[in-house]
């Protein structure tokens, strides 16, 4: 029996060894996709010195715009959502139970561990799909992924991780992979105008497209969800991939799809070690 | 006798044509479809489309089968240069990420 256990223990130490090993791998090979883009950024905004002023998105590099905002901002207009995705937040499900008991650290400051890849189920873990996921294991109906209380629930939890730095991994090849799907989406150029997310927030951000400068890419994820006055109400991240890619004609994906949370991974990694500061305002 | 002759050939004639050109627009119409199918499948469908054959199905059934043709035409071609795109897309995105 005792040799058992030393055998099982043994076995589990190679086996994590070796798992620990593949997700450096993975984690390295993406660490070097990181140095790249922010390579591209660092020469194309000189001005721009510390790469946590991406958080702020256009504002970063436009300071006509940035002035604005910041007034904006003293007085924020999804400074309400919050309160109401706080008060859904604790209003308990028709069992009893409530969203803390479906996170870690009953949901409080866990924005910037989101979104990860679940090894369980082999796919990128978004909040607003965790968020819907709590609410079907409990027995109530999912919400729309797009804005109203999705996106007030959204606000308030990361409005409790405000200044933690996002922090994704790629635990395994499934997870690269999903990565990789991310990648390739933000660089494929789609629609009747023929434009990829990298035409509009890589190669033109920083000079006018119509009214207004194209924010860069770097820091896209920190904001979200955003109360954008187009809008004028508060929507999420895939709200906003909808809009692009409707806006160069390109039918867009459902929210939640497999092909925006995979995007979100990436540009979240592309994002690693910044500065959550949602909700935001967006023009 | 022989002037209601002519007209009845007249009218089977015009009649045959508008048939033939009726039956050509649902080729086209029923290719677009096709195609934007494939598109849709590859993930890269235009907005564009899918109203493009509507607008020829419509303009069909209405019988106004010139304006139709031309829509269905649109459509096809749309449809032909999203999965240009697709196979493009596949083939270069890397060639868009940072060296």
């Known amino acids: 029996m005792k040799r058992l256990t030393i055998l099982c223990a043994a076995l589990t130490t190679v086996f994590t060894a070796v798992a620990n090993a593949s997700s450096d791998k993975y984690d390295k090979k993406v660490a070097q996709d990181i140095a790249k883009y922010r390579t591209f950024f660092a020469n194309k905004f000189p001005n721009v010195k510390n790469f946590g002023e991406y958080k702020d998105g256009v504002y970063a590099i436009d300071a006509k715009a940035r002035e604005q905002w910041i007034e904006i901002e003293d007085f924020p207009p999804y400074e309400l959502s919050i309160d109401e995705g706080k008060e859904l937040f604790e209003k308990p499900f028709a069992n009893g139970k409530t969203y803390a008991s479906c996170f870690k650290n009953g949901g409080i400051n866990i924005r910037h561990n989101y979104p990860h890849f679940d090894t369980k189920t082999n796919q990128v873990m978004t909040l607003e799909l965790a968020i819907n996921n709590c609410r079907t294991s409990n027995g109530e109906k999912p919400l729309g992924y797009k804005k109203g209380k999705i996106a007030a629930l959204s606000a308030y939890m990361a409005s409790t991780s405000r200044e933690q730095k996002f922090n994704v991994k790629v635990p395994n090849e499934a997870a690269y992979k999903a990565y990789l799907d991310g990648k390739k989406f933000f660089y494929s150029k789609r629609g009747q105008l023929n434009l990829a997310c990298s035409d509009c927030h890589m190669a033109i951000t920083g000079s006018k497209l119509r009214a207004d400068i194209p924010g860069p890419a770097i820091g896209h994820a920190t904001g979200f969800p955003v109360y954008r006055s187009k809008w004028g109400e508060l929507g999420t991240l895939h709200r906003r991939y909808g809009g692009c890619n409707k806006n160069v004609r390109a039918k867009p994906f459902k929210a939640q799809s497999a092909e925006y949370r995979n995007l979100e991974y990436f540009q979240t990694l592309m994002s690693q070690d910044m500065d959550i500061n949602g909700p935001s305002v967006r023009k | ?99």
């Open chain 2, 1 to 99: 006798m022989k002037l209601i002759k002519v007209s009845i050939i007249a009218l089977v004639l015009s009649l045959s044509n508008v048939a033939f050109a009726g039956g050509d627009v649902n080729k086209v119409i029923a290719k677009a479809e096709s195609t934007l199918k494939q598109a849709s499948k590859s993930g890269f469908e235009w907005t564009t489309t899918a109203k493009l054959i509507d607008g020829a199905k419509k303009a069909a059934k209405g019988g106004d089968s010139k304006l139709a043709m031309k829509l269905a035409k649109k459509a096809l071609k749309e449809g032909e240069n999203s999965l240009i795109q697709a196979k493009y897309s596949e083939m270069h995105w890397q060639d868009y990420a940072p060296k």
